[in-house]
């Protein structure tokens, strides 16, 4: 199943959370790791989405009020097919940011070579 990463953040957080189901504002703690980060109109926004998105595929069940215009979900809390797939992502081997430096035998392999 393809997710974005806040969709992954998301699924992450309500597994790491202590109680059932995580709050609202833990899901916004996303946007602290960005330089520039959206308004905090635009982060509302985003994470309904996601977490609308998350609910039509059944991994999380939201909790809130729901009106005939909009829905207010406070907290989600994740199903069965949920905690699968949060499983599925903590087996997959994570990437992280390496960045490789060049030694000197690597530059002069490179320059005997021309």
């Not at 899901?27 to 109109?41: A, I, N, Q, V």
């Not at 907290?75 to 430096?101: A, H, M, N, W, Y």
Request: aromatic share 8%.
């Amino acid at each position: 199943m393809k997710l974005s990463k806040l969709q992954k953040y998301i699924l992450l957080q309500c597994w790491y959370w202590k109680r059932k189901k995580a709050p609202r504002q833990e899901l916004l703690k996303f946007y602290d790791s960005y330089k520039k980060r959206p308004s905090e109109e635009d982060m509302t926004n985003i994470i309904t989405k996601s977490l609308v998105r998350l609910i039509k595929k059944n991994l999380v069940v939201g909790f809130g009020e729901l009106t005939s215009q909009k829905t207010f979900i406070q907290s989600v809390r994740l199903t069965r097919e949920g905690r699968k797939e949060v499983r599925r992502l903590l087996d997959r081997q994570q990437k992280l940011p390496l960045k490789i430096k060049k030694t000197r035998n690597q530059k002069n392999k490179k320059s005997s070579k021309v």
